[in-house]
């Protein structure tokens, strides 16, 4: 009886989408790729932001452009 109520519950609270259908994965979006690092400045992986493959991939290229033009910092020491 309990796991049927539990089974209810969780299918009722879906996540929203970490990406939004109209927002595109660029190095120019520091706003959104901000979201997909950590305090220390690392990519987080894929299980935590909720993305597919693809978008990881994207994700991940579209970080690393934007820290070699200096948009985003390789690390974060701010103590």
Do not use: C
Request: no cysteine; net charge positive; aromatic share 4%.
């Amino acid at each position: 009886m309990k796991q049927a109520i539990n089974k209810s519950k969780r299918s009722s609270r879906r996540r929203l989408p970490p990406i939004r259908s109209g927002e595109i994965i660029d190095y120019k979006n520091i706003n959104l790729l901000r979201r997909f690092i950590s305090e220390q400045g690392r990519i987080l992986s894929r299980r935590m932001n909720r993305l597919t493959s693809k978008q990881q991939r994207l994700m991940t290229i579209a970080i690393k452009r934007a820290r070699v033009l200096a948009l985003l910092p390789f690390l974060n020491n701010e103590n």
